[in-house]
């Protein structure tokens, strides 16, 4: 099912997709022309993974060059994109809502030199309102479920209320505290291998932090 195939984890690609990948390399050497390849599909049917296991896919048949790119580095990318592009609903674990075009750049041997990433966020509102059946974006879980207790405390996150008005929750059953905390470890080393600097990862948590509180203290009229 598609719920099985969005874990954390990287899906390894199926035979046809696996095919399609060496089919696209082949005619992009063969004709030393721009391909383009577009997921398409409705909502829980696996579009960005099936995006992630084509890119990886490619990645491992032509090689990099590995001096801006890597395959270590845009599975943290695509790491990043989840826990901050993704919430979860009734047809996924991590359901995307943002548009994405990754671009990839060949050297005259074939191997990946570079890329280039575009984003556009399709739902920024649902940071501060709450859908029906969905959570917000995964990384409030899981940073409040991850954070080390000094960090916690500095962001006045050590004492949690019950209700968020922006349907931020943090995770109280030990299953989904867990795996929220291990979504979180795998953020952290995503954005060590991207080269976020420790501020720069400092000030992240404070942003978040400042909109859980804003939803903590909510508003009237």
């Not at 920024?124 to 991850?146: D, I």
């Not at 931020?168 to 299953?175: A, C, G, L, R, Y």
């Not at 991207?194 to 509180?213: P, R």
Request: net charge positive; with cysteine; proline share 3%.
């Amino acid at each position: 099912t598609p719920k099985s195939r969005r874990g954390e984890s990287a899906w390894d690609a199926p035979p046809a997709l696996a095919a399609l990948v060496k089919r696209v390399y082949v005619s992009m050497v063969g004709t030393r022309r721009d391909h383009t390849v577009c997921a398409l599909g409705r909502s829980g049917t696996g579009k960005t993974t099936t995006c992630q296991a084509f890119t990886l896919g490619l990645l491992k048949q032509a090689g990099t060059t590995r001096e801006r790119i890597s395959v270590e580095r845009v599975q943290a990318m695509f790491t990043i994109l989840r826990s901050f592009g993704c919430v979860s609903s009734q047809h996924s674990d991590a359901s995307s809502r943002f548009a994405m075009v990754f671009s990839l750049d060949f050297n005259h041997a074939g191997q990946a030199a570079a890329g280039h990433l575009q984003t556009m966020m399709l739902d920024k509102w649902k940071v501060c309102q709450k859908t029906p059946g969905e959570s917000n974006f995964l990384v409030f879980a899981q940073m409040l479920a991850g954070l080390s207790t000094e960090m916690r405390t500095e962001l006045q996150l050590h004492q949690l209320p019950e209700n968020n008005s922006f349907g931020i929750v943090h995770p109280t059953k030990v299953e989904e505290k867990q795996r929220a905390s291990v979504a979180f470890t795998k953020l952290l080393t995503a954005m060590e291998t991207l080269s976020f600097s420790a501020g720069e990862q400092k000030a992240i948590w404070h942003v978040l932090a400042g909109i859980y509180h804003l939803g903590a203290a909510g508003a009237c009229k």
